[in-house]
């Protein structure tokens, strides 16, 4: 069947937030451009000869200034050191970094010896957040309130990652490829077995596997009530009193209860669910949380129904997630200018820096926290990464290390179980590829 009529798109999806291209130079004078040129040669020269080097300095000069603030708390005499690493350092590196320490406080006087020996502890966590390394030490001395010291230092992106140094690793799993643009995709468990729901901008496919392979049960057209914008996206959300609705750009679409399977859409501006479930956004039982669709765009207006606590009101964005906590919930939005929104229902936060794609969702696990935030992220134009993140305070720490796809990820949607669908179009062969992301326990 035809796909419905395209219009021209009217905003292209943020590949990667906030990664602003510089400005090219002004040609001016011959001699001064060449100088220019010449300087900027020389620099290129220098980070490709000593890059390694630098970066090691780079994170001495951190610990040292580390030590410098354990000592201003403490004050000079035997302390126990632990060090937890948290972010992408390799074991090398904290190793460097735990002799740095050491060096440093033995010259303000502060030496490290065995818990037994000691009148008081340093517990120093090595993390990381979008932008930059953040090292926090608790000083506790005797029975006084544990005090805290801090220094940060930015992030070397052109260090490989080590997957063993960080609590949480991503397993992805293929599930389904086709050549018509994906919009979601969702396992179904049925009596008479399982089944896969696809949605495209066209219909709503369900496959029965058949030896070891999807094979196509039956396909449910969605009819052309309107134009879809080029970049058409889609969510499918499973319900408990039918299979599922299809949300589509002012689409609606609502399946039957039970088989044959029926699929009935109408014209629609009603707003979409921003979580998997309608019986309650978290754990805190809050009410679900629904965001007005753009129709003739590919993103969210801002407009929420009902509110995020006391905000009824958001920048336009992507993608959204939740975070519970003790008494509210955080959401975390990906926004249409680049940054990332943390709204608690009483302030709005806005991130800026990084290279965060317009694509991220929570996931639930017995990992670390809880829940996770699974975000985009890209640096070759030609292969996005998705990352997990923890939000333990109002910045996320990186608690995963990245998975890459083979070509750039077109959507991200919370599964109804424990896992998340992300849709790749490939850059090999074109087809677009839904795979299930999971999370599994480093340690």
């Not at 499918?236 to 209860?257: E, I, K, M, V």
């Not at 926290?369 to 997990?388: F, K, N, W």
Request: hydrophobic letters at 40%.
């Amino acid at each position: 069947m035809p796909g419905p009529p395209h219009i021209p798109r009217y905003n292209q999806r943020i590949r990667h937030m906030l990664a602003r291209a510089s400005s090219g130079l002004r040609i001016g004078f011959p001699h001064s451009h060449f100088l220019v040129l010449l300087r900027m040669a020389a620099l290129l020269f220098g980070a490709l000869l000593l890059p390694s080097s630098l970066y090691a300095s780079n994170l001495g000069v951190a610990a040292r200034q580390l030590a410098d603030r354990i000592a201003a708390v403490s004050g000079p005499g035997a302390l126990s050191l632990d060090v937890t690493n948290r972010s992408s350092l390799d074991d090398k590196s904290v190793r460097e970094v735990r002799s740095a320490l050491q060096a440093q406080l033995r010259v303000q006087g502060v030496r490290t010896v065995a818990a037994d020996q000691s009148m008081g502890s340093v517990n120093v966590v090595l993390s990381e957040s979008l932008r930059e390394y953040v090292w926090t030490a608790e000083v506790a001395i005797g029975s006084d309130q544990p005090r805290v010291a801090l220094v940060s230092l930015a992030r070397d992106h052109s260090t490989a990652s080590s997957s063993s140094a960080l609590p949480i690793t991503l397993k992805k799993t293929f599930l389904f490829a086709q050549e018509q643009p994906i919009l979601d995709a969702a396992l179904v468990d049925m009596s008479e077995g399982a089944r896969l729901l696809v949605l495209d901008a066209t219909r709503v496919a369900a496959y029965r596997q058949q030896s070891g392979h999807w094979e196509l049960e039956t396909a449910l057209p969605i009819p052309s009530t309107r134009t879809f914008p080029r970049d058409t996206r889609g969510r499918l959300l499973l319900r408990r009193d039918h299979l599922f609705d299809a949300y589509l750009p002012g689409t609606f679409c609502r399946s039957s209860a039970a088989a044959p399977l029926r699929l009935d859409c109408a014209a629609s501006d009603d707003p979409w669910p921003l979580t998997p479930e309608d019986t309650g956004a978290s754990s805190a039982n809050l009410p679900v949380v629904r965001a007005f669709f753009a129709p003739a765009r590919n993103f969210f207006t801002g407009a929420l129904s009902p509110g995020i606590g006391k905000i009824s009101n958001v920048p336009s964005f992507y993608s959204a997630a939740t975070l519970p906590r003790s008494n509210y919930t955080l959401w975390v939005l990906a926004t249409v200018d680049g940054s990332v929104h943390l709204v608690d229902g009483f302030t709005d936060q806005a991130i800026r820096g990084g290279h965060t794609g317009s694509d991220l969702t929570a996931l639930r696990s017995i990992c670390g926290v809880g829940t996770q935030i699974l975000v985009s992220e890209s640096g070759d134009p030609e292969h996005d990464t998705l990352r997990a993140y923890e939000i333990p305070d109002r910045e996320p720490v990186a608690v995963s290390s990245p998975i890459e796809f083979d070509g750039p990820i077109t959507a991200l949607w919370p599964d109804a179980s424990l896992t998340a669908v992300v849709i790749v179009k490939r850059e090999d062969t074109g087809w677009y590829e839904a795979n299930r992301i999971s999370i599994t326990c480093a340690n």
